[in-house]
């Protein structure tokens, strides 16, 4: 992850960010999180809905609560799809089976492990408990879950109409470290559980919204060329870029490159007479006239 440089990208698609909230809790603050009550005007939670939820499921759903309650106006979600990206979600409660599996037999697991702790759990709780009625993913699952899930949700999101939905949001988890476990299953430390809620539609210049990402493709020789380094920083650098663009910061760009060479960028919006421009940092500029 790098502020943007000089692209090689011939192609691009882009979509405008609605809205957005970050919502980290530890790991022994989860339990109340579970039961809390949502933010004003906001949808009521089912009861006990996320009583067996996965620890990134929790934090997920109480990220799009916030951004929901953040919007400038109530809007219409019926046909919103969700894009679920949750990194290493569920592992928690699978070695915990495991230990349970070993000790006891299939009785001792716990059935709710299948529908609680799967890639689609954490899209299926989100379009189930807000009532949401398009398409909703899992993507990802590891280390690249931040940039698969950019990637699919831009790709989405372009599709219109034609993707079933009008808008989606796109929901990104990671723990800040890993959990530590002992030979029970439980855990030894406590980490922060972190949840990035992004309301995406499809890019339209008329729009007054501050933030967009653009996904830029390579042409088959300059992916061939490019690098498959890890993005730094991973979520917890993304959501301090997302939270600098927004809110007025000298940082305005940002871009998250994906290990098969692509590229997804944010970027803030501004109109001035009346045309939409990029603006890009000064030294950014003047890396790209070097090159």
Request: charged share 15%; hydrophobic share 45%; with cysteine.
């Amino acid at each position: 992850m790098n502020l943007i440089a000089s692209s090689p990208f011939p192609g691009s698609a882009g979509c405008s960010i609605r809205g957005h909230a970050v919502v980290a809790s530890r790991l022994s603050s989860l339990a109340a999180l579970r039961d809390a009550a949502v933010p004003p005007g906001c949808p009521a939670l089912p009861p006990r809905f996320l009583r067996q939820s996965d620890e990134h499921t929790v934090v997920a759903v109480r990220a799009v609560l916030a951004a929901m309650a953040g919007l400038p106006e109530p809007m219409n979600f019926d046909r919103c799809g969700v894009i679920a990206a949750p990194c290493q979600a569920g592992r928690i409660a699978a070695a915990r089976s495991l230990t349970q599996l070993q000790a006891s037999g299939a009785g001792g697991v716990s059935p709710p492990i299948v529908p609680q702790c799967s890639l689609h759990s954490l899209g299926d709780a989100v379009s189930v408990a807000l009532g949401m009625h398009g398409p909703h993913i899992g993507v990802g699952g590891g280390p690249d879950a931040l940039a698969e899930g950019l990637f699919a949700a831009v790709s989405l999101v372009q599709g219109g109409t034609g993707s079933g939905c009008d808008l989606a949001w796109l929901v990104v988890t990671d723990w800040d470290t890993e959990p530590l476990l002992d030979a029970a299953g439980m855990p030894t430390n406590d980490p922060s559980c972190r949840a990035l809620a992004m309301l995406l539609a499809p890019a339209d210049p008329a729009d007054d919204d501050r933030l967009s990402l653009s996904l830029h493709m390579p042409t088959a020789a300059v992916g061939a060329a490019l690098p498959a380094d890890p993005p730094a920083g991973g979520l917890a650098a993304f959501c301090r870029a997302v939270e600098m663009c927004a809110t007025g910061s000298v940082l305005t760009s940002w871009a998250v490159s994906c290990p098969w060479g692509a590229e997804i960028r944010l970027v803030v919006r501004e109109q001035v007479e009346g045309l939409m421009l990029h603006r890009i940092p000064a030294a950014v500029s003047r890396r790209r006239e070097a090159a």
